[in-house]
Nanobody, 120 residues
Framework: QVQLVESGGGLVQAGGSLRLSCAAS?????MAWFRQAPGKEREFVAA???????GYADSVKGRFAISRDNAKNTMYLQMNSLKPEDTAVYYC?????????????????WGQGTQVTVSS
């Protein structure tokens, strides 16, 4: 069992930056960020393997950066050049299985989510 706790969400103006954190109770091989806007499906944002491989959704590539501090079992999402369409609840997810997947059904553990609101 892996418990995940996100933090760092908030309100920011378009063009601004936020950094999300996800603290895990224990190590997980694959960790990811998903987001869900009102009335929309949960969508993949980024993922990173324990060994450092990363993957991003096209919509955030070049603006967001995922990273992990394995010694602290913590994952981060640095979000720059934020747009109003980035507004969503951001969720941390984890699985012991290796491999980056954009399918939220493949992840076994989820955090409670943190709200990110980008104003225009």
């Amino acid at each position: 069992q892996v418990q995940l706790v996100e933090s760092g969400g908030g309100l920011v103006q378009a063009g601004g930056s936020l950094r999300l954190s996800c603290a895990a109770s224990t190590r997980a091989f694959t960790m990811a960020w998903f987001r869900q806007a009102p009335g929309k499906e949960r969508e993949f944002v980024a993922a990173e393997l324990w060994i450092g491989n990363t993957g991003y959704a096209d919509s955030v590539k070049g603006r967001f950066a995922i990273s992990r501090d394995n010694a602290k079992n913590t994952m981060y999402l640095q979000m720059n050049s934020l747009k109003p369409e980035d507004t969503a609840v951001y969720y941390c997810a984890a699985t012991p299985r290796p491999g980056i997947s954009r399918d939220y059904g493949r992840y076994d553990y989820w955090g409670q989510g943190t709200q990110v609101t980008v104003s225009s």
